[in-house]
């Protein structure tokens, strides 16, 4: 398995250490990576817990990725001969690293896309799929924004959606909510994702869909209050809108009702500063050749991400005190049995979650935030797993098609390989 990533960080670290260990154990043999890079040094920082995987590893470190992206034959040498390329860096890079996959016949994966777009909200689809039919045409597949969530949550979403409709009467959803969870308790501020992206997301007028219409409402205008499994709260949560909300309605036309929540104490701050008004556009300083807002200082003074290193002594030093991630994905059912006029109304949850963060201290993941490595383990898993199936996919395709595809033994296997991550998959009927 030989693997290329554009782009080194706390997820990448995550997917390439359980790649290698999936690896010997599934094919006792190691993987082989290409790391292309601005900072070489820098990156090399992300491995310090697992030196040993760069004994198989090459970096190749460049000014810019449109170097690359401009001149690929003059890169030929160093990118021929790899079976997947993976954009661990932006979404503004998804197009282009799909390009470079086609020119060297490689398949292709991503963690997110590019959404905040009038062009993708109004068709509700992904910038990637414009590509489908040149991936089909390869026999190579593109797996687009894999993860946590979007990602293994679409998956286990996927799967059980698949299952009620093979069952012998009918099944109506009439609504899916996904409330996602992250949690910190800390004695400083510590961020678990980029803050910028964090900003961009939150900022954004959130989108859902009440009887297959879009609707459109002021961020952290509305709210509820919801139980998370495990956790000893009840959690506000908002709406936000994310990839997946377009792949779930993509997916499932017939679903009328969907929406994502989000709650957790780095919501509430950047609620905060949302209310306070300082994620805005507005111009606070202006002359001929500079403009400067609110929102851009805002993005440059937070407290950035923190080092794999500095996140280890965090734990070490009881610094970072507790740590949750959750995903949870309520399915509203509307059952009618042919012996019965009633119908019968059930609610199924589905998800997962990771509290056992300090445990990573005893891995090769130590460092990792309790966001990346749930969300790195996720992507990994169903990286290799694609990898292994790979002649049953092709073209551009979304996660939670994926059990369909598989079958429930890859699909019970996948499962239990989380599960032995420290990944708790939960599954309740209400």
């Known amino acids: ?50 030196s040993e995987l760069l004994e198989n590893s090459k970096f190749l470190e460049v000014s810019s990725f449109e170097e690359i992206f401009h001149h690929p034959i003059k890169y030929k040498k160093e990118l021929e001969n790899y079976d997947i390329f993976i954009n661990s860096s932006t979404p503004s890079y998804n197009i282009e690293i799909m390009n470079l996959a086609l020119e060297f016949n490689s398949n292709y994966v991503d963690l997110a896309s590019d959404i905040y777009k009038d062009e993708v909200i109004d068709s509700l689809k992904f910038e990637q799929q414009k590509l489908e039919q040149e991936f089909k045409n390869k026999n190579l597949f593109a797996l687009i924004n894999l993860g946590v969530s979007p990602g293994i949550t679409n998956f286990l979403i996927g799967e059980r959606i698949n299952s009620l409709q093979n069952l012998p009467y009918e099944v109506k959803i009439t609504k899916l909510e996904l409330n996602l969870f992250e949690e910190i308790q800390s004695k400083k501020l510590i961020f678990s994702w980029s803050p910028k992206v964090a900003i961009d997301e939150l900022a954004f007028s959130p989108i859902f ?62 609620k905060n500063l949302y209310q306070l008004n300082l994620f805005s556009n507005k111009y606070c300083y202006e002359d001929e050749n500079e403009k400067i807002s609110i929102n851009s200082i805002i993005k440059n003074i937070v407290p950035k991400m923190k080092s794999p290193e500095i996140i280890e002594d965090y734990i070490k030093k009881k610094t970072i005190k507790y740590a949750e991630f959750s995903a949870i994905a309520d399915i509203y059912l509307e059952i009618s049995h042919p012996d019965k006029k009633k119908k019968i109304k059930s609610i199924e949850s589905i998800g997962l979650s990771f509290s056992k963060y300090p445990e990573l201290l005893k891995t090769p993941y130590s460092g990792s935030t309790y966001v990346s490595y749930p969300t790195g383990i996720g992507a990994g898993i169903l990286i290799f797993y694609s990898y292994m199936k790979k002649e049953l996919l092709n073209g551009v395709i979304l996660s939670e098609n994926l059990p369909k595809i598989f079958g429930n033994s890859v699909n019970d296997i996948i499962k239990r390989e989380l599960s032995s991550y420290k990944i708790n998959i939960y599954n309740l009927i209400k």
């Open 1 to 50: 398995m030989r693997v290329v990533f554009f782009g080194v960080g706390a997820v990448c670290s995550v997917i390439s250490t359980l790649l290698c260990e999936q690896s010997s154990k599934n094919l006792k043999n190691c993987v082989e990576f290409l790391f292309i890079v601005r900072d070489e040094k820098k990156a090399r920082l992300h491995f310090y817990k697992n």
């Open 209 to 270: 869909f009440k009887k297959n219409n879009p609707k459109i409402i002021e961020p952290f205008s509305k709210s509820k209050f919801y139980k998370f499994p495990y956790f000893r709260n009840v959690v506000e949560v908002y709406p936000v809108f994310q990839e997946e909300l377009i792949s779930l309605k993509q997916s499932f036309p017939q679903i009328e009702n969907l929406k994502l929540n989000i709650g957790g104490n780095e919501l509430e701050l950047m």
